[in-house]
């Protein structure tokens, strides 16, 4: 018997509205920035969330999480990154190797022209509360986002790197979130993707952290538990949700009935949105019940989705 749902989330009962795409220009990128606008037809004092895809995914995907959070009171921002399949960029394109640095790029961008971008939906602007904003991530897209929240990337010479901190990132959500590098990474990892290499010390901003205990990543050297190490490693990442069963795409968060799932499971799925959004809602300072309910369901469920650690 699949484990029953958390209650701890209302029902859904507010439509939302969808925009796309919202084009900002960015010249020195090589393409301009689309941006996809999802927010509730009602309502005030909205926090938002700027969201980051995985790997070759767009604007288009993971509308099983932000539909969710849309209709639960939130502002749903997100960029299609240079890797997107829809933009067909190939290793060949000089600008590859430099990806991960765009995407971080682009995330700032979409901060940066934040009264732009909510201009799209009528009287939206006035309904945002612009000092409750977090990001969210999956797989790289949790790098990308991660680096806003503190963490930063050891260079060739050993050092971290630059600090990306943005001071206007109140709190975060890592979804299967790479771990650290070095002797952790395959070879073929160490070679192709130098930003692997992650310095959680300086992220100090409050995070919640998901990983699927399943998650086997062909990367690493190590088992799932590579996907904890920045809640293990970092101060800011205060909570862990450990999904039962779920691999990599975390029952498949980033499309309905999606066919390259391999771990689809609409409970996994339940149980990830809505942790996220009452985590959000207590690091945001706007309600702390949500939360605390939901762990106290899933400690008292016979057989849960999920456990949430906390340090």
Do not use: C
Request: zero cysteines.
């Amino acid at each position: 018997m699949p484990a029953p749902t958390p209650s701890a989330v209302p029902a859904l009962t507010t439509p939302i509205v969808s925009v796309k795409p919202i084009v900002l220009a960015a010249p020195r990128r090589g393409d301009d920035l689309q941006v996809r606008l999802s927010a509730p037809v009602v309502g005030t004092g909205l926090p938002v969330v700027v969201f980051a895809h995985g790997f070759g995914q767009s604007m288009s995907s993971y509308d099983p999480l932000v539909d969710f959070w849309a209709g639960s009171g939130f502002v749903v921002i997100q960029p299609t990154f240079l890797d997107s399949q829809t933009l067909g960029i190939t290793p060949a394109d000089p600008r590859y190797p430099d990806i991960w640095r765009y995407r971080v790029q682009d995330v700032e961008r979409v901060l940066d022209e934040l009264a732009l971008i909510v201009a799209a939906i009528p009287g939206l602007g006035d309904r945002i509360d612009r000092d409750r904003i977090a990001v969210a991530g999956h797989s790289w897209g949790a790098q990308t986002v991660g680096m806003l929240l503190g963490a930063r990337v050891i260079g060739a010479d050993g050092q971290p790197g630059p600090d990306k901190t943005d001071p206007r990132v109140k709190a975060g959500v890592l979804l299967a979130a790479t771990g650290i590098g070095g002797d952790d990474l395959t070879p073929f990892a160490t070679e192709n993707f130098p930003f692997m290499s992650p310095h959680f010390d300086g992220l100090t901003t409050p995070t919640l952290v998901i990983a699927g205990d399943r998650d086997q990543s062909a990367l690493s050297t190590r088992g799932p538990d590579w996907f904890t190490d920045v809640y293990t490693y970092s101060p800011g990442a205060q909570s862990l949700l450990t999904v039962f069963g779920a691999e990599h795409s975390l029952g498949g968060i980033h499309a309905y009935r999606a066919t390259d799932t391999t771990d689809e499971s609409p409970e996994r799925v339940a149980v990830i949105r809505e942790a996220s959004w009452a985590y959000l809602r207590t690091a945001l300072g706007i309600d702390d019940t949500a939360w605390k309910q939901l762990q106290s369901e899933l400690a008292q469920t016979a057989n849960p989705a999920g456990r949430i650690d906390n340090k």
